[in-house]
C-alpha cells in the first residue's frame, strides 16, 4: 500500500508525529492460521479429557468454581401468571386517583392553593410594641428586685447609724446637764446620769433636740420609723456595756463607772 502524496501533505499538517510513524501492521498471523484453527480446537479438546464440568470449570478458574451455582435471587410463585392483572390493576389505580383529582368539590380546590400557615391580621405591625412590652416588664422586675435589696442594704445602715444617734444623745446629754456636779455616792454609773436625765424638763429637752443636728436627724428617723422600746433593745443587742462605755469615753472624755 503506498501512500498518496496529497494524504501525506495534509496529515503532515495536523500532526507531524503521527505522519512520520510506519504503516505496517504491529501485528500479524501466521500463514494458514485460521485455516487449521479448527483441527487445533479439536486436538486440544481430545488431549484434556475431564470427567466431569466441574473439573473442567476447577482447571479453568477455581474461583468461578467456588461460587455457587443457586439463584440470588428469586421470584414468588405464579408471579408471571398475575403480573398481567396487577399491571392493569395499578394502571385502573392511576387512573381513578386523576379523575378525583379532577372532579374535585369546590371546597378541595380552594384548598390546593391555600396556605398551611398563616399569621394573625397586623401581627407584624403590632409585633415591636410587643417586644418592647416584655422588655419594659423585665426591666420592671428587675428594678423591683434591686429595690428589694437595696431596701434591706439601708435598714441595716439606719438601725446602726440610729443607734450611734441614741447613744451619742443619751451620753451627751448626760455630759452637758452634769457637767462637773459631784456624783452622789449612791448614785453611780449609769445611774447617775439615768437620775439627772429624769430632773430635766421635756422644754428643755426639745429644746436641745432642736439647737443640734444630730438631735433634728434623730427626731426625723424616730418620727418616720416610730422606734419602740424593743426596737432600740433589738439594734443594740449586739452591743456590750464595755463597747458603750468606751464610745462614751472617746466622745465626751468622761469614764462611768459602775459596780
Same mark, same amino acid.
Given at each position: 500500500?503506498?501512500?498518496?502524496? #496529497?494524504?501525506?501533505?495534509?496529515?503532515?499538517?495536523?500532526?507531524?508525529?503521527?505522519?512520520?510513524?510506519?504503516?505496517?501492521? &504491529? #501485528?500479524?498471523?501466521?500463514a494458514?492460521?485460521?485455516?487449521?484453527?479448527?483441527?487445533?480446537i479439536?486436538?486440544?479438546?481430545?488431549?484434556?479429557? @475431564?470427567?466431569?464440568?466441574?473439573?473442567?470449570?476447577?482447571?479453568?478458574?477455581?474461583?468461578?468454581s467456588?461460587?455457587?451455582?443457586?439463584?440470588?435471587?428469586?421470584?414468588?410463585?405464579?408471579? %408471571?401468571?398475575?403480573?398481567?392483572?396487577?399491571?392493569l390493576?395499578?394502571?385502573?389505580?392511576?387512573?381513578?386517583?386523576?379523575?378525583?383529582?379532577e372532579?374535585?368539590?369546590?371546597?378541595?380546590?380552594?384548598?390546593?392553593?391555600?396556605?398551611? #400557615?398563616?399569621? &394573625?391580621?397586623?401581627?407584624?405591625?403590632?409585633?415591636p410594641?410587643?417586644?418592647?412590652?416584655?422588655?419594659?416588664?423585665?426591666?420592671?422586675?428587675?428594678?423591683? /428586685?434591686?429595690?428589694?435589696?437595696?431596701?434591706?442594704?439601708?435598714?441595716?445602715?439606719?438601725?446602726?447609724a440610729?443607734?450611734?444617734?441614741?447613744?451619742?444623745?443619751?451620753?451627751?446629754?448626760?455630759?452637758? %446637764?452634769?457637767?462637773?456636779?459631784?456624783?452622789?455616792?449612791?448614785?453611780?454609773?449609769?445611774?447617775?446620769? /439615768?437620775?439627772?436625765?429624769?430632773?430635766?424638763? !421635756?422644754?428643755?429637752?426639745?429644746?436641745?433636740?432642736?439647737?443640734?443636728?444630730?438631735?433634728?436627724?434623730?427626731?426625723? #428617723?424616730?418620727?418616720?420609723? =416610730?422606734?419602740? !422600746?424593743?426596737?432600740?433593745?433589738?439594734?443594740?443587742?449586739?452591743?456590750? !456595756?464595755?463597747?458603750?462605755? =468606751? @464610745?462614751?469615753?472617746e466622745?465626751?472624755?468622761?469614764?462611768?463607772?459602775?459596780?
Amino acid at each position: 500500500m503506498t501512500r498518496d502524496r #496529497y494524504i501525506l501533505n495534509e496529515l503532515f499538517e495536523i500532526s507531524p508525529v503521527v505522519t512520520n510513524i510506519s504503516h505496517q501492521m &504491529p #501485528y500479524e498471523v501466521p500463514a494458514g492460521y485460521f485455516d487449521k484453527l479448527p483441527e487445533i480446537i479439536m486436538e486440544m479438546i481430545a488431549n484434556e479429557q @475431564y470427567e466431569s464440568v466441574s473439573g473442567e470449570l476447577q482447571s479453568l478458574s477455581p474461583l468461578l468454581s467456588g461460587i455457587s451455582r443457586t439463584t440470588p435471587y428469586e421470584v414468588s410463585q405464579d408471579y %408471571f401468571n398475575d403480573l398481567s392483572t396487577n399491571v392493569l390493576a395499578g394502571a385502573n389505580a392511576i387512573d381513578f386517583v386523576n379523575n378525583e383529582l379532577e372532579n374535585l368539590p369546590s371546597f378541595l380546590e380552594d384548598l390546593k392553593h391555600k396556605q398551611t #400557615y398563616s399569621t &394573625p391580621e397586623g401581627y407584624f405591625e403590632a409585633l415591636p410594641g410587643a417586644i418592647f412590652k416584655e422588655l419594659k416588664i423585665e426591666q420592671v422586675a428587675t428594678q423591683q /428586685e434591686a429595690k428589694v435589696v437595696k431596701g434591706n442594704f439601708s435598714n441595716n445602715i439606719f438601725k446602726y447609724a440610729a443607734a450611734a444617734a441614741i447613744i451619742g444623745f443619751v451620753f451627751i446629754a448626760g455630759w452637758l %446637764f452634769l457637767g462637773n456636779k459631784q456624783v452622789a455616792p449612791g448614785n453611780t454609773g449609769i445611774a447617775a446620769i /439615768e437620775t439627772e436625765v429624769k430632773a430635766v424638763s !421635756d422644754s428643755d429637752l426639745n429644746n436641745f433636740v432642736e439647737k443640734n443636728t444630730l438631735g433634728g436627724s434623730l427626731a426625723l #428617723y424616730t418620727d418616720s420609723t =416610730q422606734l419602740a !422600746d424593743d426596737d432600740v433593745k433589738y439594734m443594740l443587742a449586739d452591743v456590750s !456595756d464595755a463597747d458603750l462605755q =468606751q @464610745y462614751l469615753y472617746e466622745q465626751t472624755g468622761t469614764k462611768v463607772i459602775t459596780n
